[in-house]
Nanobody, 132 residues
Framework: QVQLVESGGGLVQPGGSLRLSCSAS????????IAWFRQAPGKELEGISC????????FYADSVKGRFTISRDSAESTVYLQMDGLKPEDTAIYYC?????????????????????????WGHGTQVTVSS
């Protein structure tokens, strides 16, 4: 059974950093594309970063490009999202998702309808709050 568990969220001041973790069980992580999404109150689900399967190419939304970095630790079956230069508008619940057939461009550029259906496996989310 595939399970994804996010951790690392919390309260941070503007300009601060957090590292989110997505721990996967029941999968061989290298065979899966892993994506990070976020949803702020009253807003649609936003795809912010994605690590493709096998070649591990990274994709980022314009809203986080240059500030967030996705990485993998295959031995630990964990995908990380390093978030630097956090802004109040980064406040949201952050989710990771995984699928062998997930297409990273869909995560970043797809419609809301496409994004919510892009992956078979989702974590329960971790809250990130950026506030002074």
């Amino acid at each position: 059974q595939v399970q994804l568990v996010e951790s690392g969220g919390g309260l941070v001041q503007p300009g601060g950093s957090l590292r989110l973790s997505c721990s996967a069980s029941g999968v061989t992580l290298d065979n899966y594309a892993i994506a990070w999404f976020r949803q702020a109150p009253g807003k649609e689900l936003e795809g912010i970063s994605c690590s493709a399967s096998r070649n591990f190419n990274a994709f980022y939304a314009d809203s986080v490009k240059g500030r967030f970095t996705i990485s993998r630790d295959s031995a630990e079956s964990t995908v990380y999202l390093q978030m630097d230069g956090l802004k109040p508008e980064d406040t949201a619940i952050y989710y990771c998702a995984a699928d062998q057939y997930l297409l990273c461009p869909t995560v970043i550029y797809g419609s809301h309808f496409e994004r919510i259906r892009v992956a078979a496996y989702w974590g329960h989310g971790t809250q990130v709050t950026v506030s002074s």
